[in-house]
């Protein structure tokens, strides 16, 4: 365990903002998070869980308290057959490492978020996802220590209530309460089959791909970030600014009648009943505001890909959330419709209840 102080959150995130928390405890075992934990608790402050720092953004007055980063590393086989891999996963493992290794050994599941940056730990919370691929459709279960009965646990991803870029990891009454140590995964030994999510349709039809494979479709996946996103490490962004919006069929029809394409999908809800899914594509939103390629307080919209904000000369969060707010107007003035943004921001977490029961994540 390794303890530092006054250290920036500008150099613990993606985007370069934040001001300094009063101490970084670096875990690299399972064993560490509860003396971390039991020295947060004797300093009488709060803790902020953070993995590369890439879909969070740092605030000017900082975090008073103590950020704990997730260096847990390892790859566990719990099971392989010629069908499936049953595999555990170090919550500090960088989620394309993850990806690359599972697309290699020839199982499929994850294959289309290749290159989406962040440790395996953080992708529950956000219930990251692309190219019509989530985490919650091959996460089995995962190890985390619970903050409030300070006890290790295994939570089933049945009981994440993971919808699109949510989960009790960062939504609701737990909000904060886990420190998730290990994911398991359950991949197919299969190639993945069309339809594909179109844009990496259309990049495979252009390239004249047909052999679909995992690393085929990781292929193609790392290819097309490479030329629409910055990478993270050279240029200060996190990731995707704006979510995509979902909409209610009258919600839908208004926007269409405004010129919005809206993306309909068959899907089914928990209990098997059929539903139309309304997705609108806030990229084609905001190139259609005329705001692709324009600066903002420091911040452009990219050029290549209109979600991503790019921080070109940036040292304030308040510059940040000036950006958001022209951005955001701009596009409910043209098209009636409200951006959500999709990073969090550092600041105090702490879970609503005092005293909960083991059965309450069994």
């Given at each position: 365990?390794?303890?530092?102080?006054?250290?920036?959150?500008?150099?613990?995130?993606?985007?370069?903002?934040?001001?300094?928390?009063?101490?970084?405890?670096?875990?690299?075992?399972?064993?560490?998070?509860?003396?971390?934990?039991?020295?947060?608790?004797?300093?009488?402050?709060?803790?902020?869980?953070?993995?590369?720092?890439?879909?969070?953004?740092?605030?000017?007055?900082?975090?008073p308290g103590i950020i704990i980063k997730n260096n847990i590393k390892g790859f566990k086989i719990l099971r392989e057959n010629k069908n499936q891999l049953l595999l555990k996963v170090g919550g500090g493992e960088i989620w394309d490492d993850f990806v690359e290794f599972v697309s290699k050994k020839g199982y499929s599941g994850v294959e289309a978020m290749s290159k989406i940056p962040g440790t395996v730990g953080a992708a529950p919370v956000q219930n990251i996802g692309a190219y019509g691929q989530e985490v919650k459709d091959t996460l089995v279960s995962v190890e985390a220590f619970d903050t409030l009965i300070d006890e290790f646990i295994e939570i089933p991803a049945s009981k994440m209530d993971f919808s699109y870029r949510h989960s009790i990891f960062n939504s609701g009454k737990d909000k904060g309460r886990y420190f998730i140590l290990t994911c398991t995964f359950r991949l197919d030994k299969k190639n993945p089959e069309p339809p594909f999510y179109k844009s990496l349709q259309s990049y495979l039809d252009e390239h004249k791909i047909s052999a679909y494979t995992p690393e085929t479709i990781r292929d193609a996946v790392s290819n097309i970030r490479a030329e629409k996103l910055p990478d993270p490490k050279k240029i200060p962004s996190a990731g995707s600014f704006f979510k995509n919006i979902y909409l209610d069929a009258s919600s839908a029809k208004l926007a269409e009648e405004k010129g919005v394409p809206i993306r309909k999908t068959e899907k089914l809800d928990a209990?098997?009943?059929?539903?139309?899914?309304?997705?609108?594509?806030?990229?084609?939103?905001?190139?259609?505001?005329?705001?692709?390629?324009?600066?903002?307080?420091?911040?452009?919209?990219?050029?290549?890909?209109?979600?991503?904000?790019?921080?070109?000369s940036a040292t304030s969060s308040k510059d940040l959330e000036l950006a958001k707010q022209e951005i955001t107007d701009q596009v409910k003035k043209k098209f009636g419709l409200t951006l959500e943004q999709e990073p969090v921001e550092i600041k105090e977490e702490k879970p609503e209840t005092n005293k909960v029961q083991k059965e309450d994540i069994s």
């Open positions: 365990m390794k303890i530092r102080e006054n250290v920036n959150l500008s150099e613990l995130t993606t985007m370069r903002l934040g001001g300094p928390t009063d101490f970084l405890i670096e875990i690299d075992t399972p064993e560490e998070i509860s003396d971390a934990v039991e020295f947060a608790e004797e300093k009488n402050l709060p803790v902020y869980f953070l993995g590369a720092g890439a879909n969070v953004i740092g605030l000017d007055e900082g975090f209990s098997g009943k059929k539903y139309i899914e309304y997705k609108v594509n806030t990229g084609w939103l905001l190139e259609n505001a005329g705001l692709k390629g324009k600066t903002f307080h420091g911040f452009k919209v990219s050029d290549k890909a209109a979600l991503i904000l790019i921080n070109e």
